[in-house]
T-cell receptor, first 111, second 114 residues
Framework: KQEVTQIPAALSVPEGENLVLNCSFT??????LQWFRQDPGKGLTSLLL?????REQTSGRLNASLDKSSGRSTLYIAASQPGDSATYLC??????????FGTGTRLTIIP | NAGVTQTPKFRILKIGQSMTLQCTQD?????MYWYRQDPGMGLKLIYY???????DKGEVPNGYNVSRSTTEDFPLRLELAAPSQTSVYFC?????????????FGEGSWLTVV
C-alpha cells in the first residue's frame, strides 16, 4: 500500500533556529512530492513542488529535498519566525492522478 | 483573484438530511478534487474529476456523490448524512493531474452531523 508518514506530529522550536521537517513514503516510483502549509481554519497552500527527477527545490527560507531511493523528503526552514507556526503537510503523487497526504507536523515557533 | 471558492463554510446537519457543498474555480483548471480531513489525519480523497462530464471515485466515496457539468463547478452531494461524515471538506483544483502543476485548495467547509 502506498503510504506517506510524517514524524513527529508536533514540534516546538525557539525563534531564529533552523529546523527540518521529515516525510517518508513507501514507494520510490513517485511522480512528484509537494509540501503544503495549513494555518488553523484555513485551506492548504502549496510551498514547494519537487519533480521525481529533481533533488531539491528552494523558495526563500525554505528548501525541500527528495531522496527517492530512501523514500524520504525533508523540508528545511532557515531562521524560523513566529509566522512560520502552522501545520506542514507532505503529499506524494504516486502516478495515479491523486495525491496521498501525510498526517502533517504541527510546528510552533516560540518567540 | 478568487481561486477555489467553497460554500458554505460551516453547516450543521441532522442525521438523515442531505446537502450539497458547492465548489467553483476560476482558473480554467481541468482537474478538480474533493478531500475530507479528520482530526489528526491526513486528507483523504473522496472524488475527483479530470474534466467536465468525467468523475471518478477516490479513496472514501461511500455516502457521497458528485457531478461536473461545467469546468468551473464541482459540487459534492451528501445523501442521508451520518455522524461519520462530520469532517472538514476541502475542494481543490489543478491544471494538470498534479504531475507538473500546483494544486490549489479552497478554505474548507466544516460539517457537523448530529
Amino acid at each position: 500500500k502506498q503510504e506517506v508518514t510524517q514524524i513527529p506530529a508536533a514540534l516546538s522550536v525557539p525563534e531564529g533556529e533552523n529546523l527540518v521537517l521529515n516525510c517518508s513514503f513507501t514507494d520510490s516510483a513517485i511522480y512528484n512530492l509537494q509540501w503544503f502549509r495549513q494555518d488553523p481554519g484555513k485551506g492548504l497552500t502549496s510551498l514547494l513542488l519537487i519533480q521525481s527527477s529533481q533533488r531539491e527545490q528552494t523558495s526563500g527560507r525554505l528548501n525541500a529535498s527528495l531522496d527517492k531511493s530512501s523514500g524520504r523528503s525533508t523540508l528545511y526552514i532557515a531562521a524560523s519566525q513566529p509566522g512560520d507556526s502552522a501545520t506542514y503537510l507532505c503529499a506524494v503523487n504516486f502516478g495515479n492522478e491523486k495525491l496521498t497526504f501525510g498526517t502533517g507536523t504541527r510546528l510552533t515557533i516560540i518567540p | 483573484n478568487a481561486g477555489v471558492t467553497q460554500t458554505p463554510k460551516f453547516r450543521i446537519l441532522k442525521i438523515g438530511q442531505s446537502m450539497t457543498l458547492q465548489c467553483t474555480q476560476d482558473m480554467n483548471h481541468n482537474y478538480m478534487y474533493w478531500y475530507r480531513q479528520d482530526p489528526g489525519m491526513g486528507l483523504k480523497l473522496i472524488y475527483y474529476s479530470v474534466g467536465a462530464g468525467i468523475t471518478d471515485k477516490g479513496e472514501v466515496p461511500n455516502g457521497y456523490n458528485v457531478s461536473r457539468s461545467t469546468t468551473e463547478d464541482f459540487p459534492l452531494r451528501l445523501e442521508l448524512a451520518a455522524p461519520s461524515q462530520t469532517s472538514v471538506y476541502f475542494c481543490a483544483s489543478s491544471y494538470s493531474d498534479g504531475t507538473s502543476g500546483t494544486i490549489y485548495f479552497g478554505e474548507g467547509s466544516w460539517l457537523t452531523v448530529v
